[in-house]
């Protein structure tokens, strides 16, 4: 029933990687954006990736430039978000997001373009 569930994430080392997955239920995730969020404790809760519902047009945070790429399979209702060189400062729980189908989110790192959310994903990065 109109569910995002996130999973991937686990305890890595500095300089690692991990791939967080987000499938969709109830639901199809053609014609939908679909964006990326982490909050970590005692922070709010920020934008790091999102993808146009083609998969077209990607957007980054400026703290995850060239470590991070989003990516989608909307045959398999997935979106991807390959995490490499990992630092401590990107722990936190990760969450993905969608809009309803049919519409645009003009700022694809703004929580507020979003209309469904996952559960989150755990990621810690510590030696």
């Known amino acids: 029933q109109l569910q995002l569930v996130e999973s991937g994430g686990g305890l890595v080392q500095p300089g690692g990687s991990l791939r967080l997955s987000c499938a969709a239920s109830?639901?199809?995730?053609?014609?939908?954006?679909l964006g990326w969020f982490r909050q970590a404790p005692g922070k709010e809760r920020e934008g790091v990736s999102c993808?146009?519902?083609?998969?077209?047009?990607?957007d980054y945070a400026d703290s995850v430039k060239g470590r991070f790429i989003i990516s989608r399979d909307n045959a398999k209702n997935t979106v991807y978000l390959q995490m490499n060189s990992l630092k401590p400062e990107d722990t936190a729980v990760y969450y993905c997001?969608?809009?309803?189908?049919?519409?645009?989110?003009?700022?694809?790192?703004?929580?507020?373009?979003?209309?469904?959310w996952g559960q989150g994903t755990q990621v810690t990065v510590s030696s």
């Open positions: 109830g639901f199809t995730l053609d014609y939908v954006a």
């Open positions: 997001a969608a809009t309803k189908p049919f519409r645009s989110a003009r700022n694809g790192l703004e929580g507020g373009e979003y209309d469904y």
């Open positions: 993808i146009s519902s083609r998969g077209r047009g990607t």
